[in-house]
């Protein structure tokens, strides 16, 4: 893979964008940040439901400080490549290129989380795979289609949101795109290799593989099984990853603090694991607040990480470029043992505490029941026709306009009428689900909204 390739400025048209004012990878982050995708992520959980005493995290902050510090890494790395290979500059890209292509694909890296977090993912996978109105579809899809159905998952429905031809859709670059897919593959693979973190999920579905396909093209991506639809990563998407594990790691970490989950003490030890030298207790005993304590130890750590993120990728980026790399960074920094620990303390504090677990348990009851709804009626509109009634009819009639228009072509096939329904299922914010979920079965009966 070569970096003129890898950073082209082509949309997925074939168009050769001139940008004017403003980059082409500017005007995707713009573009990111102004859709309705995005917005929506504003009432969606990342960890914790939003507590009337304290403020947490949303996936839209998430989203906002992962593109915050993808930015400083991007910035970091894309000077060093700019000098590293002066045909770029020659070309005409910078430093500011490759760091708003990193953002750009950050701040977009859970547009296609479902509500309720990674709840939600499992809440629509096993509707398929388990419920009598999911399983009776398996017979009318072909193998990768059913596949994709009974593994949803967030980083395909962001791809395809980020590549929809009408409503939501982007028409990013095929380099922003690239960057955003951390899982350059398709849910199905006679064998998947663990030692490769970018098979650790899949990045597209059945609908979206020839955009991927294209994508790859465009950028020159290597192949990694030349039968199969699986390519190395993007170079760049190393870099989303490590902003997003950073921003994870700490920020989850933070807001537990601050809700009294995990210690202070705690917090504050982990963290002098990241910042050792750097660590000076005496100036934490002139803060009062915990709060505040908190937040400096976390912004220090931030910076810590970035910085090694940048050296590693520096240091591999050969190898990176041949395919060979393929780790995610935090896994290689010099307080590797200090995130795990992290991890640990806030599996058991954090993501089994009762009010997340509470999270959990509504997920799959209220996505199971909208899906139940919708899923059985579209099965009775395109299948057992004879049994679409007046209630399904009214059921599909729920549903936004540009959802009806797809489920009511004819020559849509079941599969693309099934990823359509998903689309509004996923779309929805948390808010909006229990709401639905609540009208549809009676328990609520004011008016309905879109």
């Known amino acids: 893979m070569n970096w003129k390739q890898l950073l082209t400025r082509r949309r997925l048209e074939d168009k050769l964008e001139v940008s ?13 940040i102004f859709s309705t995708p995005f917005r929506m992520l504003q009432d969606k959980t990342q960890v914790f439901p939003l507590p009337k005493q304290d403020f947490v995290h949303t996936r839209l902050t998430h989203s906002l400080e992962v593109a915050s510090v993808g930015r400083s890494i991007g910035k970091s790395v894309g000077e060093q490549i700019i000098a590293r290979h002066p045909d770029l500059h020659q070309a005409g890209y910078n430093g500011y290129d490759i760091s708003m292509m990193v953002s750009a694909a950050c701040l977009a890296h859970d547009i296609g989380n479902p509500p309720y977090g990674h709840s939600g993912e499992k809440a629509i996978s096993q509707f398929f795979r388990l419920s009598p109105v999911g399983k009776k579809f398996e017979s009318h899809v072909n193998e990768l289609e059913w596949q994709d159905l009974i593994n949803f ?35 199905k693979l006679q064998e998947t290799d663990s030692t490769r973190r970018s098979q650790k999920k899949f990045g597209f579905f059945q609908s979206e593989s020839t955009t991927f396909e294209k994508v790859a093209v465009h950028c020159g991506l290597q ?10 990563r993007h170079p760049l998407a190393f870099l989303m990853e490590a ?12 807001d537990g603090t601050n809700l009294g989950l995990v210690d202070y003490a705690i917090t504050e030890e982990l963290m002098a694991g990241i910042l050792k030298d750097r660590f000076k207790p005496e100036k934490l005993k002139k803060i009062p607040s915990v709060r505040e304590k908190t937040g400096l130890l976390r912004a220090l750590a931030i910076g810590t990480l970035i910085e090694q993120c940048t050296h590693l990728f520096l240091d591999h980026e050969s190898d990176i470029l041949a395919g060979n790399f393929d780790t995610s960074l935090t896994e290689l920094v010099e307080c590797n043992n200090t995130l795990n620990d992290i991890i640990a303390i806030s599996v058991k504090n954090i993501y089994h505490s009762d009010i997340v677990t509470a999270i959990e348990i509504a997920g799959f009851e209220v996505l199971d029941g909208l899906l139940e709804v919708f899923v059985d009626a579209i099965y009775k509109m395109t299948i057992e ?3 679409f009634t007046t209630r399904e009819k009214a059921v599909v009639r729920i549903l936004p306009a540009e959802h009806q228009a797809v489920l009511f072509e004819p020559e849509k096939d079941l599969y693309l009428k099934l990823r359509q329904l998903l689309d509004f299922i996923a779309g929805m914010t948390d808010s909006h689900a229990i709401q639905l979920y609540r009208k549809l079965k009676g328990i609520s009966l004011g008016e309905f909204g879109r």
């Open 20 to 32: 004017g004012a403003r980059s082409i990878f500017e005007q995707d982050y713009d573009r990111i």
């Open 153 to 187: 998952e967030g980083n395909a429905q962001g791809f395809r949101l980020l590549n929809k031809e009408r409503f939501q859709g982007l028409k990013l670059a095929a380099s922003t795109l690239a960057t955003f897919s951390k899982y350059p593959r398709g849910a």
């Open 223 to 232: 192949k990694v099984i030349q039968d199969e639809a699986v390519w190395c």
């Open 243 to 254: 902003a997003d594990d950073i921003c994870y790691h700490l920020i989850d970490l933070e």
């Open 385 to 387: 026709k004879n049994q």
